[in-house]
Nanobody
């Protein structure tokens, strides 16, 4: 059974940091490109960051470049998103995504940036 389980979301003040984790199981994690998406209320889901299977290539949304860092540990079947200098506009539900032959999604974790 495929599972992507996100954790690490919560409420943080502007300028603060959070680290999201996504634990994967049920598929060959090391073969999959792993990504983080987010969806704010009333908006479409958007790509935040992505990392290829071996970690050799990353891609970031312009809005998070220089603030967010995606990383992965293939030995632990886990992908991370380090989020620094958080802004209110980063408030959204953050989803973990795995893509190779199939596409899998996690259930999402809420990130709220507010004073």
């Amino acid at each position: 059974q495929v599972q992507l389980v996100e954790s690490g979301g919560g409420l943080v003040q502007p300028g603060g940091s959070l680290r999201l984790s996504c634990a994967a199981s049920g598929f060959t994690f090391s073969r999959y490109t792993m990504s983080w998406y987010r969806q704010a209320p009333g908006k479409e889901r958007e790509l935040v960051a992505a990392m290829t299977s071996a970690g050799g290539s990353t891609n970031y949304a312009d809005s998070v470049k220089g603030r967010f860092t995606i990383s992965r540990d293939n030995a632990k079947n886990t992908v991370y998103l380090q989020m620094n200098s958080l802004k209110p506009e980063d408030t959204a539900v953050y989803y973990c995504n795995a893509w190779y032959i199939y596409t899998y999604w996690g259930q999402g974790t809420q990130v709220t940036v507010s004073s």
